[in-house]
């Protein structure tokens, strides 16, 4: 199985001298770029897929770079990017500006650190830890002790997904730490036995079953896993896309094709997420 969280670069064979230059040829004629911006939960998953993709097409170079949804989003717009990474669903302008291709479904879940007795929080319980109306887990029944609640970065799309889920503005949230990307919050949890995040259920799952100290919460009753989300039973989750500014043609076209073809399904379940099949 492959590691999906360890570091991930697509090496290219040129420097990085600008990203709206896909499609070009980039030694007389012989080699086309892609680059690809956005989401860090697809990003690890969408490198080994080009990575793949380079060993099976001669004559194509990818670049992959995290940052979140917004990021790929907004390189797309701008002409920085070729693809962009993007795990929530798009606006209407957004829609009706880009062009998306689905890749694979995920959740998203509350995590705690493992030994926090408190098993199973309400849907009500969450919001009330998140605005800060509770701020001990003594609240919830555990031993005493202060709870840090962990939240995403503005831009990035579980933050999204979760205020919607939840019905939260941004500005109730009472954040004892902000964080980026799915690792950055899973080492927190696990580094802090009152600590509360959440994440991609993949990242967490994967995490959890390598020894890192973090527990899946159970989100309406129903356990946070692959399975779960696989068989349609878990509440909280997404479909993960890449967006392109326009119809895709050539090399972009062709990856894009391979990321959504079984050819890659083994990679897709291996980084913990569900295949998209007819």
């Known amino acids: 199985m492959s ?3 360890a570091a991930f670069i697509v090496v290219l064979s040129f420097a990085l001298v600008g990203a709206g230059c896909s499609e070009s040829s980039a030694e007389a004629g012989a080699t086309h770029r892609i680059v690809i911006t956005g989401s860090s939960t697809l990003a690890p998953m969408i490198a080994e897929i ?3 993709f380079e060993r099976d097409h001669d004559g194509v170079r990818i670049d992959v770079q995290a940052g979140g949804s917004t990021r790929g989003i907004t390189d797309v717009r701008s002409g920085l990017a070729d693809i962009g990474m993007v795990s929530r669903q798009l606006g209407a302008e957004e829609r ?8 694979a479904i995920d959740g998203i879940c509350l995590i705690t650190h493992r030994d926090n007795p408190v098993a199973a929080p309400t849907h009500d319980q969450i919001i009330a830890i998140y605005s800060g109306r509770v701020t001990n ?5 555990a031993p005493p002790r202060p709870i840090t609640v962990v939240n995403k970065a503005q831009g990035r799309s579980t933050l999204e997904v979760f205020l919607k889920h939840f019905a939260l503005r941004s500005d109730q949230i009472q954040a004892s730490v902000i964080i980026g990307g799915n690792q950055q919050a899973i080492k927190t949890v696990a580094g802090n036995p009152g600590a509360i995040g959440y994440v991609s259920v993949g990242s967490a799952q994967y995490a959890a079953e390598q020894g890192t100290p973090i527990k899946l919460l159970p989100m309406g009753g129903v356990p946070a896993s692959v399975r ?3 068989e349609g039973d878990y509440p909280l989750s997404r479909t993960l896309i890449v ?3 326009h119809p895709s043609t050539g090399w972009t076209e062709r990856l ?7 050819r890659v399904h083994d990679l897709i379940s291996e980084h913990y997420f569900v295949p998209i099949t007819d």
Do not use: E, F, N
Not at 256 to 262: E, G, L, W
């Open 50 to 52: 080009a990575k793949r």
């Open 243 to 245: 967006v392109t500014a």
């Open 137 to 141: 887990w003594q609240s919830l029944g």
């Open 256 to 262: 894009i094709d391979y990321a959504q073809s079984p």
């Open 228 to 230: 779960a989300v696989a």
């Open 96 to 103: 009706a500006a880009l062009h998306s291709h689905p890749i």
């Open 3 to 5: 590691k999906p969280w």
